[in-house]
Every structure is written in structure tokens, then in C-alpha cells.
């Protein structure tokens, strides 16, 4: 795939990303929307073959930090704020055992 596809493929993946990660939120995602296309705007003239692939890199980083890392809050009260986690997020609590079990031999 040439860079021009690539590029076009990254771009469409930050804004189902960001669509994702800000759903129902209404402001948060018209800020995301602006500035991805802000950034893609500012670079579309980029003819360097090696400075498209670092804006690729940071494009791809950015794109898994907002996935795997950005939980939204939302304020109930002026001291309340409640987390909302995607599924994706969630992860099973193994528990901390501080002497391990002995196995049993046959």
C-alpha cells in the first residue's frame, strides 16, 4: 500500500477511535475531530518519504494510547466524579498471593 493509502487508512482508524473512546461525549469529540484533522491538515503538503513515516508512527501511537489508556469521568456531584470504562479496558483482577501455594505431587 502506498503512503497516500496508509495515511488515508490512519486517519479513518483515529476517527472510529476517537468515536469509541468519546461516545456521548459531545465536546470531547468535536475537540478529538478538530484536531486530527488539524494535525493531517498541517502535514498534507509532506513529500519526505522518512518524515511521513515518523508522522505515521506518531499518528499509530497516538491512535493506541487513546485506546488502550483514556477512561471517561463524569462529575455527579462537585466531589464525585464516575469513571465509565469500555469493555476493552476491562481486564480480570488476578490476586496477589504473598506466600505462593505449594503444589501437590503424586
Do not use: C
Amino acid at each position: 500500500m502506498g503512503s497516500r493509502g496508509q495515511v488515508l487508512k490512519l486517519f479513518k482508524l483515529l476517527h472510529r477511535t476517537r468515536q469509541e473512546v468519546f461516545k456521548n461525549d459531545t465536546k470531547a469529540l468535536e475537540a478529538a475531530r478538530q484536531k486530527i484533522n488539524e494535525e493531517f491538515r498541517n502535514n498534507r503538503g509532506e513529500t519526505s518519504e522518512e518524515k511521513i513515516n515518523e508522522l505515521l508512527k506518531i499518528a499509530s501511537d497516538v491512535e493506541v494510547i487513546l485506546r488502550t489508556s483514556v477512561i471517561q469521568a463524569v462529575h455527579t456531584d462537585s466531589d464525585k466524579i464516575v469513571l465509565i470504562p469500555r469493555k476493552d479496558l476491562l481486564q480480570d483482577n488476578t490476586p496477589y498471593l504473598d506466600k505462593p501455594t505449594k503444589k501437590q505431587e503424586s
